[in-house]
């Protein structure tokens, strides 16, 4: 269903096929590993009306070239020859493909294949839900103790750390680690211990009670034990033009969105660790950084305070207030700050916006009654155990004092040798 093939062999393959996918792959390269299972799938239940090849995208670099692809793995669509759909790259859900194979067909056509989907079941001892430190500490553990473990993620695997530009603090490495390389090695240990991967998935539902999770649609895994491990989200302001601008001039993450801010202003709301860590990052990018604080000081670790303050870049305001976000032409944006001991209101202009305001659990898809603290946060015994009978819960997700790398890891750890220990009971 799949083949292989050479750009030599391109305009044959274009001109013999109406309709044809072609995945751009490399080695060594996560989302190509998470994307094959998915393409592979999807040969065998479209391969009758979609031709399915893949290339070396290293091999056949002046088609890879010559058709923009810039990262592994890129998909992309052609119809009649041509260029159709979106171009897929990254962490590629398999929904995405299916919308982009589904457009190429007509409406009865579809109806057809998706009437032959059958619904899969996959039998596992643990499921990892959510690929962060925890998850993965546990995943290691698990897999080293023989016991079979499918770690499910709808990102790919490494968490909020993977979005961290500098990790100084976590033992083991003298220099500091970019934070996407520390979830690289943690992921790449966790594969080798044995630890299978469902990543880049759509979690559908989550039934905690009857340990049964159903992913893109059609896979149902069933489980003796889960450990929820997802972690937390950054927090909404909540404030006018903050969900309009979200994306198109507001961001939550300096590691992904700082390079856009080269020699530009940028606004960042929040003054607690990692509004003034990230602000050391911004600033090797932006041109000014104003950052606006609600209380009257900095919460910010001393040492990351200091540097913050003698950086000639970052200007700091206490005792401010966001109250709106509005776009100002193409690409600026204003910001509308009160002075909460004045409560005069000020308009600043500026190129963009981080917020970094704290997190919030990502517990959306657990409907099951589990017990939480006031701010929804999983509550957990000493050893990780939820009020749900075999569901354990580790790192940020759980209410706790502390969430840091190295205390979601320690989650992790005790988590999967007391479920190990109880996978029978
Ligand atoms: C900007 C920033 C900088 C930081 N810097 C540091 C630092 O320098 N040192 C330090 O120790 N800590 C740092 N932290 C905190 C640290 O990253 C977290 O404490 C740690 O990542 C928590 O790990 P976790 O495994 O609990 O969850 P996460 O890292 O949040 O991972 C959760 C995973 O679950 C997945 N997930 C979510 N929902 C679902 C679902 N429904 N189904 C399947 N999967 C799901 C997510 O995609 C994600 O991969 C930083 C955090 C941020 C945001």
Same mark, same amino acid.
């Given at each position: 269903m799949l083949q292989e093939i050479k750009q030599a062999d391109f305009d044959n393959e274009l001109s013999n096929h109406e309709n044809l996918v072609l995945d751009f792959y490399s080695t060594e390269c996560p989302p190509c590993e998470a994307l094959a299972p998915k393409f592979d799938s999807l040969a065998e239940a +479209?391969?009758?009306d979609v031709r399915f090849v893949k290339m070396f995208r290293q091999g056949?670099? /002046?088609l890879a070239d010559a058709l923009g692809v810039k990262s592994s793995p890129t998909l992309i669509f052609f119809k009649n020859g041509q260029q159709v759909g979106e171009i897929l790259t990254g962490g590629i859900k398999k929904a995405e493909i299916v919308k982009n194979l589904d457009a190429l067909l007509p409406e009865d056509k579809v109806k057809q294949i998706?009437?032959?989907?059958?619904?899969t079941v996959t039998e596992t001892e643990v499921v990892i839900l959510g690929g962060g430190p925890g998850g993965l500490a546990a995943g290691i553990y698990l897999a080293q103790a023989k016991v079979d473990t499918l770690l499910i993620d709808q990102n790919l695997p490494g968490g909020q750390v993977s979005t961290t530009h500098r990790v100084s603090n976590y033992p083991g490495f003298?220099?500091?680690?970019p934070g996407y390389m520390l979830s690289h090695y943690m992921a790449e240990q966790a594969k080798s211990a044995g630890v299978?991967? =469902?990543v880049a998935v759509d979690v559908n539902s989550v039934d905690l009670v009857k340990? /049964?999770?159903v992913v893109d649609g059609f896979e149902t895994i069933r489980a003796k034990k889960i450990i929820i491990s997802t972690g937390a989200s950054p927090r909404y302001l909540n404030v006018e033009g903050e969900k309009e601008f979200h994306g198109k001039g507001i961001s939550y993450c300096a590691t992904c969105d700082? =390079? +856009? +801010?080269?020699d530009k202003e940028v606004v960042i709301i929040g003054g607690g660790n990692t509004a003034v860590e990230e602000s050391e990052f911004i600033s090797k990018f932006a041109s000014k950084i104003t950052m606006i604080q609600q209380l009257p000081k900095l919460t910010a670790n001393k040492t990351a305070q200091e540097r913050c303050y003698n950086d000639p870049k970052i200007e700091v305001m206490l005792s401010y207030e966001p109250r709106g976000f +509005? =776009?100002?032409g193409a690409d600026k944006m204003s910001v509308k700050v009160e002075d909460l001991n004045t409560h005069e209101v000020k308009t600043l202009e500026t190129d963009g916006v981080f917020v970094f305001v704290g997190m919030k659990p990502n517990t959306d898809l657990i409907i099951d009654p589990i017990e939480t603290d006031d701010w929804g946060y999983i509550k957990v015994d000493d050893e990780m155990r939820t009020s749900i009978p075999g569901v354990y819960a580790v790192g940020d997700v759980i209410s706790k004092k502390y969430r840091q790398i190295t205390t979601a890891v320690a989650d992790g750890t005790i988590a999967s040798i007391v479920c190990a220990k109880e996978i029978d009971q």
């Open positions: +479209y391969g009758k056949n670099r /002046e998706k009437s032959h989907i059958k619904p003298v220099d500091p680690q299978k991967f =469902k340990k /049964e999770i700082a =390079k +856009y +801010y080269h +509005y =776009k100002n």
